[in-house]
């Protein structure tokens, strides 16, 4: 149990002070003043400031924080009264809102690129030292149910099905989106046995019962273990992030819908609880699971921080870019309420999953499919 939860308590600090790092980098190049930067959260227990920035060790090991001048004046609707308060006028050029759009949308994102060029990297590393098992081409049926439309139609156990319709069959999602579609109506089937391609016709039925599906077949996807030299690995290495960045993102909508229309969250969704659970269940398996871990939680926190949310950074960016397009800063008050809303909204968010997760481990039931 302390084993897990160190564990996961470093891994949560790595991503989030990578993403800081991100703001911290950019602004600095941009010559934004940085007040602070802090590892863990407030309260402080020790503190330097080195040149104009306090560098500070909080008593919460969880992540970190930039702290960039001028930063919550977002709006622009406290240069008045920083300008009263005597600040030299070198600081407010420094300040953030100050800073032009474009380098202001660089800052907001940049925490979001270091955690995707993390992903890169341990993809990369993955790939080059140890291959990463990738779904194969391959979807073989491995079970056909008695008096089903399969059976009927002469599918066989151990055919490789490589085309429905015209459509090349390379996963399994293919093979259930051109069966769903044609319920009711014969599709034509290209099957590989025993080295040669046969043609079946079948007829997905409209109705089933729900632990068969249309045709009454069980598949399974060959996996297939990855693995490149360098710097081959890093050209895959971005492709894969890429991939698996769009993955998140349908994953998120698919999860959303089911939130709003149903009430409830898909399985294997997970808050910071269960994700403590599944850092612990992937350190049983070694530390290669744990680098995949991370890769997964890197993306899944950039993926997160670029939506057009109030309070995170796709929701800073999303003013911004109204700014762009209107040639008029947002009014920092209905901003400032924007990012409280969806504070609230996130938190909220949270409180339920988090539920759940504790609802599943007292039930003892794993994360993991």
Not at 41 to 47: A, V
Not at 102 to 123: D, E, P, S, T
């Amino acid at each position: 149990m302390l084993l897990t939860i160190f564990t996961f308590l470093v891994i949560l600090t790595i991503l989030v002070l990578i993403h800081e790092l991100g703001h911290y980098l950019t602004a600095r190049k941009f010559g934004i003043k940085i007040e602070e930067f802090g590892f863990g959260f407030p309260p402080r227990i020790w503190s330097k400031k080195k040149g104009e920035t306090i560098y500070s060790i909080n008593a919460l090991p969880i992540g970190g924080f930039v702290k960039l001048y001028g930063e919550d004046e977002a709006g622009g609707g406290k240069i008045k009264p920083l300008a009263i308060s005597h600040k030299p006028s070198a600081d407010l050029d420094r300040a953030f809102f100050a800073r032009p759009k474009y380098q202001r949308a660089i800052v907001v994102v940049a925490g979001v690129v270091m955690n995707f060029l993390l992903a890169v990297v341990i993809a990369t590393y993955l790939l080059t030292f140890e291959g990463i098992p990738t779904p194969g081409q391959d979807i073989r049926v491995t079970e056909i149910v008695a008096n089903t439309p399969a059976q009927i139609s002469g599918l066989k156990k151990d055919d490789l099905i490589r085309e429905i319709n015209g459509t090349k069959i390379t996963d399994s999602e293919t093979l259930v989106s051109e069966t769903r579609k044609n319920l009711g109506q014969e599709i034509t089937i290209v099957v590989q046995r025993e080295g040669s391609l046969k043609i079946i016709n079948v007829t997905p039925r409209k109705e089933f019962p729900k632990d068969q599906g249309p045709m009454g077949i069980a598949i399974s996807q060959n996996i297939e273990v990855a693995k490149y030299p360098f710097p081959k690995s890093l050209f895959y290495g971005f492709k894969q992030a890429g991939e698996d960045s769009a993955r998140v993102v349908f994953a998120f909508k698919d999860m959303m819908v089911t939130l709003i229309t149903k009430l409830t969250l898909p399985e294997g969704v997970a808050g910071p609880i269960g994700m403590a659970q599944l850092t612990g269940e992937f350190v049983q398996v070694g530390p290669n699971a744990v680098l995949a871990l991370v890769y997964m939680l890197s993306l899944s926190l950039a993926v997160l921080n670029i939506l057009p949310i109030p309070a995170l950074d796709g929701g800073r960016l999303l003013f911004i870019m109204i700014e762009a397009v209107t040639g008029r800063k947002v009014s920092p008050k209905f901003e400032a309420y924007a990012h409280m809303i969806g504070i609230f909204l996130l938190l909220s968010f949270l409180a339920f999953i988090s539920y759940k997760d504790i609802l599943r481990i007292i039930s003892g039931e794993s994360i993991l499919p």
